[in-house]
């Protein structure tokens, strides 16, 4: 098994956006109270949610964080304090530039990880706002690998292909807008769960790797939790469905198997303590998806 407790955070910059920084961070602090109690592994706030509704101060030095800034100290303390990485959206300066960031802080509260956001939007390059790179590195976490995008990003599948093919588990979207549909197609297509942070509204959601929303934040629940175990394959059902019963009888309810028909489609999670859906695919002689279809395209010379 590969569990995670996941936290995402709504901060609604209609209601909060007119606060300064310290108030900003006060609120957000009251949350993290709020998720201490679920006991998470990461912590996901929302696009620049120290910004609020006011885009003069995307060229503010008083909103712009930095290597060491006292902000970020204080983020990673409260990350070691929580015993959880913390995944904290910033404008972020570097020698480049400034950037819509997000900045992360594992366990024992050390920045370890920034992703910069790849698509700035045209307002966000008017004021300043440097792209950062479309191929980025990944967030190695002790569940698993984790992906960025920030807003605009869900736009651009150039992105969303490379973290497929980066193979990572979750997708963490801190965003202004929802996302909807798209970052369900991002999970489907990636093969991957995600997980938005709204900073519009409560409409935080977390979608699992069949691109289907198993957990929705609203009004009264600015803090949304969800455990996910992401030890889980897609194959297909030709070829893999007839090893269905071998699977049962060898695994019993430790192997969790959803058949689509309409896709022809078999989703697989392993809840076994010592074994991984690797050793499954492995043992079964199952083939993902992936692999599956690369089969074809290899086949027609493609």
């Not at 060229?59 to 060491?68: A, F, L, P, T, V």
């Not at 530039?97 to 966000?124: C, I």
């Amino acid at each position: 098994m590969k569990i995670v407790n996941l936290c995402t955070i709504s901060m609604d910059s209609r209601l909060y956006g007119q606060r300064d920084k310290a108030a900003l961070w006060k609120e957000a602090l009251s949350l993290l109270e709020t998720a201490r109690l679920y006991q998470p592994d990461i912590i996901l706030f929302p696009e620049i949610f120290l910004i609020g509704s006011h885009p003069e101060r995307w060229s503010d030095d008083r909103y712009i964080e930095y290597e060491g800034s006292p902000q970020l100290v204080e983020m990673g303390r409260v990350a070691a304090d929580l015993h959880a990485y913390l995944a904290a959206p910033v404008l972020y300066r570097d020698a480049v530039g400034v950037h819509n960031s997000v900045v992360v802080f594992d366990r024992q509260g050390r920045q370890v990880y920034t992703y910069h956001k790849a698509f700035p939007t045209a307002q966000e390059i008017a004021h300043g706002v440097v792209a950062g790179s479309a191929q980025p590195t990944v967030l190695e976490t002790d569940f698993g690998r984790v992906g960025f995008a920030i807003c605009f990003d869900l736009n651009f599948d150039e992105l969303l292909a490379h973290y497929q093919r980066e193979q990572i588990r979750l997708l963490l979207f801190p965003s202004y807008f929802p996302g909807g549909f798209l970052l369900q197609r991002a999970a489907w297509n990636g093969r991957f769960f995600a997980a938005s942070a709204h900073a519009q509204g409560f409409e935080s959601v977390v979608v699992d790797d069949y691109g289907r929303v198993v957990a929705s934040g609203n009004m009264v629940t600015p803090v949304l939790f969800r455990r996910l175990n992401l030890d889980t394959a897609i194959v297909h059902l030709d070829q893999n469905m007839d090893k269905e019963p071998a699977m049962l009888a060898a695994l019993g309810p430790q192997i969790e198997i959803e058949m689509f028909r309409a896709e022809g489609l078999m989703r697989l999670t392993c809840w076994h303590p010592e074994r991984h859906i690797a050793d499954v695919i492995k043992e079964f002689q199952l083939s993902p998806l992936a692999d599956y279809l690369n089969k074809t395209r290899k086949q027609i010379n493609l």
